[in-house]
């Protein structure tokens, strides 16, 4: 029987979250002198570098731009060992941050948080929790921000019969933190993505057998990752100045930006050239440091495809292996692209089979293994890399009840909206980080949106608490129906919006299909900008 404690006494603001942005929030409004609680299901800080503890988790973004700016001193005194740094090392440096902080005070861990509900006569929300040991406590709190990832919410597909295997099933995003031993064992992973691709790669010289199950082949760009020394480190410090103010103004939240030349100026030899010099670099470059019209115009997108393809082909033995692994129904850049370290190797291996679900898809889970409709795959484990229910499903899986108990779970399940990304009309002092139309939710470095999103709320609810009376901030209907106007503007010419990903939603039956990022970090940051030197017009303080 689960226990029912008394209410927790009544803060300030309640964050939902502890990763980069939770405790970046928590530090922020601690600054104000409020009273602040963070809740976490985990039972560690670090929010995804806690959960995304398969084998080969690792960033994509350089470990340069992947981390705090608020500190000279967390700059000066935290050493990063590699350019693209593995899961271990950045939830070393998020807990580093937590205690050299002091914010683990304020942040209850192993918590579920399972309601909030705007309670209008006292201007303050009413949010539940539950803890893993089945305690339900309830707080009182003015203002509520979630912080709860943009890629957060596993999706698990509706596999007939895995209740019966008998062996392990794991998602990528709950994989225990003891690890799993898969030395000699049958090993079946189903998906492609990102998560798929590192997992695969790393787990593929230690298992018997290696079964990958794909439904839609990927591009990917070959990861070069130096380890850092002293000199190094030192030539990235002296850089951080420069670097702290080039992330905000990028087309992407990196310190790199698109090639200023127009595609049809370049002659192709020239075109040649900085495509070999930008997949040489062994970083997301070759996406976001390239010619911006492969966004936008299918012919110049062809031409990056073909260059892709062609490199990828080169590295597998097998030309129908090959063919099975090229993409062919959507262009490079416009679904998520992750970077690889011997990945398209992996298929020459003799113990490696890969699956093409088109050509014989999945029908059950049996006891020993995956059924399909060409036969059997026994398996000893079967590891899900099958994604997320991105930007709103680690909201709509909390029971979120707004102005006259609107749930933005049905609210989102009608009509996706948000106003900036940073609260949703109808839901009073509810502020929201990655969340949809705005970059962090796809089209951003994580940690510079992150923050410039805590900031942003941190600087309307500090301007709301100094006008005399107010108790409320709430975006507009017709703020939030101008920014969606502009965001689906902007969204619309790309050649993202005509591709089935999770950044169109497409990976989730009955998910509204719309681009769920804004696209322009730069932009997104000098309208956010505008809006607060204008007095939070659009959102209305009452």
């Not at 090392?89 to 918590?111: G, M, P, Q």
Request: glycine fraction near 8%.
């Amino acid at each position: 029987m689960s226990e029912i404690s008394s209410p927790l006494p009544p803060v300030d603001a309640v964050v939902i979250g502890a990763g980069f942005a939770g405790l970046y929030q928590l530090y922020r409004l601690r600054e104000q002198g409020l009273k602040v609680r963070v809740f976490d299901t985990a039972s560690g800080v670090g929010g995804t570098w806690y959960w995304n503890c398969y084998p080969g988790a690792r960033t994509d973004s350089p470990s340069h731009v992947y981390q705090y700016w608020f500190s000279d001193e967390l700059l000066a005194k935290w050493d990063w060992k590699e350019r693209f740094p593995a899961q271990a090392e950045t939830e070393r440096y998020l807990n580093h941050v937590a205690d050299k902080f002091d914010l683990r005070r304020d942040i209850t861990l192993s918590t579920r948080v399972t309601s909030a509900v705007w309670k209008p006569a006292d201007a303050r929300w009413t949010v539940s929790t539950e803890a893993s040991d089945g305690k339900h406590e309830t707080v009182s709190t003015q203002f509520l921000i979630t912080c709860t990832g943009p890629v957060s919410a596993p999706v698990v597909p509706p596999f007939p019969g895995h209740e019966s295997f008998k062996g392990q099933i794991v998602h990528t995003a709950r994989w225990p933190k003891g690890g799993i031993d898969l030395r000699g064992k049958r090993v079946g992973v189903i998906g492609t993505g990102a998560t798929g691709i590192q997992v695969i790669q790393t787990i593929a010289p230690e298992v018997a057998e290696l079964t990958v199950f794909q439904r839609t082949p990927n591009y990917a760009i070959p990861m070069r990752n130096p380890k850092y020394g002293d000199a190094d480190r030192a030539a990235m410090r002296a850089g951080y100045p420069e670097t702290r103010k080039r992330v905000w103004d990028t087309f992407v939240g990196f310190d790199v930006d698109a090639d200023p030349r127009a595609y049809a100026d370049v002659t192709p030899e020239e075109r040649r050239a900085t495509l070999e010099r930008l997949w040489a670099d062994g970083s997301l470059n070759f996406w976001l440091s390239g010619f911006r019209e492969s966004f936008f115009d299918q012919a110049i997108n062809d031409e990056l495809s073909d260059f892709v393809r062609d490199k990828i082909r080169v590295r597998i033995h097998d030309p129908k292996i090959a063919a099975k692994l090229l993409p062919s129904d959507h262009g490079f850049g416009t679904k998520r692209v992750p970077l690889e370290n011997g990945y398209f190797e992996v298929y020459n291996r003799s113990n490696v089979r890969l699956i093409d679900l088109h050509e014989e898809p999945i029908t059950t889970i049996t006891r020993t293994g995956v059924r399909t409709s060409a036969g059997d795959y026994p398996l000893d484990v079967l590891i899900l890399a099958t994604g997320f229910d991105a930007s709103t499903g680690t909201l709509t899986r909390i029971d979120i009840r707004g102005r006259d108990g609107l749930s933005l779970k049905e609210h989102w399940g009608c009509d996706i909206r948000t106003a900036m990304g940073l609260q949703v009309h109808g839901f009073p002092n509810l502020f929201t980080t990655s969340a949809p139309f705005a970059p962090a939710a796809a089209f951003c470095n994580a940690p510079t949106c992150l923050q410039q999103q805590v900031d942003w709320i941190s600087d309307c609810i500090r301007y709301v608490r100094a006008q005399p009376g107010a108790k409320t901030v709430e975006a507009t209907r017709e703020f939030e129906a101008k920014w969606i106007a502009h965001h689906d503007e902007i969204a619309n010419l790309t050649l993202i919006s005509k591709t089935k990903s999770w950044y169109t939603g497409a990976n989730v039956e009955g998910k509204q299909h719309r681009v769920l990022g804004y696209l322009g970090v730069g932009n997104y940051r000098a309208a956010c900008e505008d809006v607060k030197a204008k007095a939070y017009e659009g959102f209305e303080i009452a």
